[in-house]
């Protein structure tokens, strides 16, 4: 049996770690006014994976003994809990349809290669024995692209990345780290900390995401106003096709031709399995803060994250919360972090003297690298900003515990799900000019699918990345649960993911498209848009054995040639 | 007849204008020098339209109905100098051509469509008659990218966009522009500056280059360092394809699987007309300043170039001269401009005194924009670092001239072709660490070539743009011809793409591939990745009507469906 780690089958992270909010005071309170939720009745039981039924695996043998010819015993899976632990991401979705037991189709067997020979050798195979092919790297995708499509008869081989982890080589004289696509965010992170370097990129998932995940999905992260996105950073890359390897060199810039690497960029495993990447990396930066502002409104803080953007400025991080997502991080501080206490209670009153209505304050967290005198540089200028937009400096305090804490949000779900709520996010892109509306839609949208479904239910958002020509708005959602929690789940995303076409944003940011937002594809890029893009991904794949049914649902089989 | 005009038929820009070296007295010497040629000889005559032989249209009457019937009769077009200026765009080998009568396949018909719902009609009428189109911006294309294939039997349509130059809409808000694609660079700039506003994208070509075109070839501009290449400044964008428009909307980052607008930019026809694009644009900077400064040799420019890339400060041009270009610039200085006459001297005896070589000079120029502040804060750290490598700062002097020249240089190489010379340029980009060994790869490669064919020729080379991760090295090169001009100039321009390749940079940084530079593409993006694009560009036009064999040779007709 392989030693690759996976996160817990029923819900984020590892095993004995959640979220907890004995030591959070105001949290229960918030709860119960925000959604009616008392958090502090007893938890559901913990899932046990016994009572699932999961469909025995339809591998035939001489797929099992090739790859185990190709791989080793060890490393070639058939077990209910591997196979479980393969078939979904980590969506509210997905933990709701394994916690109930919901498996129509399941991975028939779950192969670790080594390295990228293995890779190759394992993906010729499947196309020889006409099996289908999932790429798998930490699991935490929330867009459904990790799933085997319902009638699969084919043989279903999930492909995990985890053994394939390490900092190939790294030229300092150009600032490029060549890495194997199945390193997690830790893994490559301190392999390139170790050597004075930092990958820039974090994303919330960081801990339980890997670097091929990141490609696959257009990932963005915390820093990527700084570092760029995923796809800026991936300069190169390697993927694994069924007859070789598509290679595409890290060059800064090319002219030849549609860009082949953004193809591949945000492919999901439908053009093949991306192997290595090779990603920009920086030496960490000499001086790294997050400092935090006050807003006297979400308004206030989207014009002034605007006019950063358009500054000298060039800040690491753009964030600022909502009135409803600023009270919720200020009631899920712990009592003696960060803002919570007798010192909020202080700056409250202040705040309040001045004239602010305290139900509207936004929070923001600008963050700052580089040198102390280039950090300086930048704080004076967006210090300038800020004031103008009557906000408010509060320090490194909050910032620092964002920074802290900010990849353990996703056991949040877990904790409400224990308790009979789904939390569940949706992230969108639009340009400045239509953010304030894409907020007021999003809004009235969600809170409508509440009321038609009948349910109590929260939504809150921040503006999580920053544009020259607009920005990320990133919602987080929760309902308490009747009696289909699934169905009202895909009243109230559904509601969510047209409001954001409708508006004018993207039907995603950076959580990619899987089966989850393939529906309003056609709305987002045009007919004729996914026309082109359908050609490419059937063309490259017209045996159809390459993660089938991602990104566009009605893929059609194409005629035998 | 239509009124839009355009370039010469025989070589680059408008009637009447040209080069002239007799105010630059150190140019004749400098000519005779570096490749024997005596530029004072009498210019050979002008060529004479009446001397070709210009096939006969071939487009049917059907054909050339229907297009009048969609955008009237004044602008339909069939007589021979239009469809001459129609076959190629203006690399020295297609120049060589047109003055030498090889025009083996010229456009049938010129079409001028009014907008994009008459474009639409156009293309749709050309996929029923079975009619290639090639879309025409400003003909200044320099990789064979607007010439019809050589056999082609079908009626070639030149789609020619020059009545669509307007600015659609400009969302101040944002700062996105919606612009027609026909839109030639000083229409837009124009357009834009009367309300304040500028795109930032200055290619050499700019007078003579249209936005349309810059997309279908990911074109790079003078101040892409700071503006993004047109890959990132390009937002969104309309295609015409035969059933009707791609639309990718102004989003400012999207994870929408495989980037189709990114498959747009580059596509260079093959996927469709290019109609409008919707461009970042920034409001115009307080101050722009373009800075000179010398090195004492292009290997301690190009380290310079790379620590200020690291650095804190974000230039809007990076560019440094090897010592022959440097000595180039220097020699068509005019006499009372810039750096020559007294003051150059001057300042040569005391670099001299100083211990440089100056066979070696590297001459450099950094362009600063923003706020006053930031102008002098980018200066300070820029100092700093060219100090560090030698370097010495020599004023705004010759920065102002080369900023005012830059758009003149494509016209010496009519000027050398009058006198039986052949100029032209080749440009690469590749990873910091490997920038040394390219150029001193490409420059032996040349020199070589030279060898073989026993021709006098020179080459020179600037850096041009500096990314994070590496930069773009720009060859320009020239030989006196001997018999065959065009087989000894295929020797030369292969010898320097193949070296490209094999030093580790790519075919081409921002001139396109078109046929000239598609035999390299399996080297560059390797057989799967050509494989991949391949299969984008075949199922996008099964029909093989849309500028065929254009990127990749040898697409293969596909099976009628």
Chains 1, 2 share one sequence.
């Not at 993927?239 to 953004?262: C, H, K």
């Not at 109230?492 to 990619?512: E, M, N, R």
Request: hydrophobic share 40%; with cysteine; charged share 25%.
């Amino acid at each position: 049996m392989t030693d690759v780690k996976h996160m817990k089958w029923w819900g984020w992270g590892v095993e004995g770690v959640g979220f907890h909010h004995e030591d959070k005071p105001a949290f229960a309170p918030f709860v119960k006014k925000a959604v009616g939720l008392d958090v502090w009745q007893p938890a559901g039981e913990q899932p046990s994976f016994e009572d699932l039924d999961v469909p025995a695996s339809q591998a035939p043998a001489s797929l099992v003994q090739g790859l185990a010819a190709i791989v080793g015993e060890k490393q070639v899976v058939t077990d209910d809990l591997e196979r479980v632990i393969h078939t979904y991401g980590k969506s509210i979705r997905d933990l709701m349809r394994v916690r109930a037991g919901i498996l129509p189709r399941v991975p028939d067997v779950v192969v670790y290669p080594a390295d990228e020979a293995e890779s190759q050798r394992i993906v010729a195979l499947a196309a020889q024995e006409d099996a289908v092919i999932i790429p798998f790297g930490g699991g935490s995708n929330i867009s459904g692209s990790l799933e085997p499509e319902k009638g699969e008869t084919r043989p279903v081989v999930s492909l995990d990345m985890g053994r394939q982890r390490r900092l190939l080589e790294l030229d300092e004289g150009s600032g490029l780290a060549r890495i194997q696509a199945g390193a997690l965010g830790p893994d490559l992170e301190k392999q390139l900390n170790d050597r004075g370097w930092t990958i820039g990129h974090f994303p919330d998932s960081f801990t339980h995401s890997s670097l091929g995940g990141w490609v696959a999905t257009r990932s963005s992260g915390a820093q990527s106003d700084k570092y760029g996105d995923i796809a800026d950073i991936a300069r190169g890359m390697r993927l694994v096709r069924p007859d070789g390897i598509a290679e595409i060199r890290a060059i800064p810039s090319a002219s030849t031709g549609p860009s082949v690497r953004e193809m591949i960029v945000g492919s999901e495993g439908r053009l093949g399995v991306i192997s290595e990447v090779t990603v920009q990396v920086h030496r960490r930066p000499e001086e790294r803060q997050i400092q935090a502002y006050f807003f006297p409104s979400f308004s206030a803080g989207l014009k002034a994250m605007h006019e950063i953007s358009e500054s000298d400025a060039s800040p690491s991080i753009t964030r600022v919360s909502d009135a409803r997502e600023s009270g919720f991080s200020l009631a899920t501080s712990k009592e003696s972090k960060g803002l919570s206490g007798a010192a909020q209670k202080g700056l409250m009153a202040f705040l309040k003297k001045r004239g602010w209505n305290l139900d509207e304050l936004a929070l923001s967290f600008i963050g700052y690298e580089g040198s102390p005198s280039h950090v300086r540089y930048q704080k004076r200028i967006v210090g300038k900003i800020v004031r103008k937009h009557g906000g408010l400096g509060v320090g490194a305090g909050p910032g620092a515990l964002y920074d802290q804490k900010k990849f353990d949000t996703p056991y949040l779900r877990d904790f409400l799900l224990d308790r009979g709520a789904a939390a569940d996010v949706s992230e969108t892109a639009a340009p400045w000019s239509k953010l304030q509306d894409v907020y007021d839609t999003v809004v009235k949208a969600a809170n409508g699918a509440y009321d038609s479904i009948g349910v109590s239910g929260w939504i809150m958002c921040h503006l999580s990345h920053s544009y020259r020509s607009g920005a990320c708005l990133y919602f987080t959602f929760a309902f308490v649960t009747g009696e289909d929690k699934i169905a009202e789940y895909d009243v109230v995303k559904s509601a969510i993911q047209q409001s954001f076409i409708d508006a004018g944003g993207t039907l995603s940011h950076h959580h990619g498209v899987g089966v989850e937002h393939a529906l309003w594809m056609e709305q987002d890029i045009s007919p004729e848009g996914v026309a082109i893009m359908r050609g490419l991904l059937e063309s490259a794949d017209p045996q159809r054995i390459l993660n089938p049914g991602k990104i566009i649902t009605d893929v059609r089989v194409p005629e035998a040639r």
